[in-house]
């Protein structure tokens, strides 16, 4: 499937959670328009409650005949929409719903701008693990404040020149370098296989990283201290062990943690120690099998 480009850039689209309030959905599009973003279809993910379904009209009137195609999206269990999120079945089934909702976009590559804004707190919740999960550098997490409206207020649909509505951004801690969709993500539908993957993933990432400072930046006197010294050995007994003295043992246990203190980026908030060497390099070597 190819993708229509704007201006040359991927289509951007809003996917956003919704609530009772109709209200949360356009006044994110009306303050992304005011950052400069071209939104083109607007997905809202939905429950099935009463007060939703009001707030799904009022949006279908909001939408009618509009530039941008809408189109809501029922959590579902199953075959059937629920009513809301109460129960550990209905968060499974929402958390599907928003990662398969969010992966289709990005499959064709189109940029996402995902608003937590409505709806119940889990839809927020997940909503941050499908971004983790997700997201691109390009991608927008978005939450919505407003210092006057209160529940039971006036609906503004859209922004006046004395609302004090902001969007802020959330920072999302993206697993990877690497886009998502260029990865094993890609081909699971199932967020719960998802998760297992990138957790695979990221263990396969840091063993390859010890493996290069293992095998390339440290001698191979020092990568043999190491692993002996992960087994819990003291000076003495490497000393012993390796026959070497116990300053020569010192010695190159210093040059490894300068090594070690190079290679995790010279962090000043926990300073290399043995302790740090063997909760760095035990599992490596076990994983390894030494």
């Known amino acids: 499937m190819r993708v229509k480009l704007l201006n040359n850039l991927p289509q951007q689209i809003l996917v956003a959670t919704l609530g009772s309030e ?17 939104i083109t279809e607007v997905i809202v993910v939905h429950t099935g409650g009463e007060a939703v379904q009001r707030a799904l009209k009022q949006l279908a009137k909001e939408f009618t005949g509009g530039a941008r195609i809408y189109r809501p999206v029922p959590v579902k269990r199953d075959t059937w ?36 804004a409505g709806g119940r707190k889990p839809m927020a919740v997940y ?33 006046r020149p004395e609302d004090r ?6 920072p999302v801690l993206r697993w990877s370098t ?4 260029l990865t094993e993500l890609a081909v699971r539908e199932d967020p719960w296989e998802a998760i297992q993957t990138q957790r695979s993933i990221r263990q396969e990432e840091d063993q390859r990283r010890k493996r290069e400072f293992i095998e390339h930046i440290l001698t191979p006197a020092e990568r043999e201290l190491v692993h002996l010294a992960c087994k819990g050995l003291d000076n003495a007994t490497l000393a012993r062990h390796l026959h070497k003295s116990e300053k020569t043992v010192a010695n190159q246990l210093t040059s490894i943690y300068e090594k070690l203190h190079e290679w995790r980026g010279f962090r000043k908030d926990l300073p290399v120690s043995r302790a740090v060497l063997i909760a760095e390099f035990a599992t490596y070597f076990a994983a390894e099998g030494m």
Request: proline content about 4%; glycine content about 4%.
């Open 165 to 170: 509505i902001s969007l802020v951004p959330i």
């Open 81 to 116: 929409i629920i009513t809301d999120i109460v129960t550990e079945e209905d968060t499974a089934a929402l958390l599907r719903t928003l990662y398969r909702t969010i992966l289709a976009e990005k499959r064709v590559g189109r940029q996402v701008h995902l608003s937590i």
């Open 22 to 38: 109709p209200q949360v959905v356009t006044l994110v599009l009306d303050l992304l328009q005011v950052k400069g973003y071209a």
């Open 127 to 159: 909503g941050m693990v499908v971004a983790q999960l997700l997201f691109d550098e390009d991608d927008c997490l978005w939450h919505l404040l407003s210092e006057d409206w209160r529940p039971g207020d006036e609906r503004v649909m859209h922004i």
């Open 178 to 181: 690497v886009s998502p969709v």
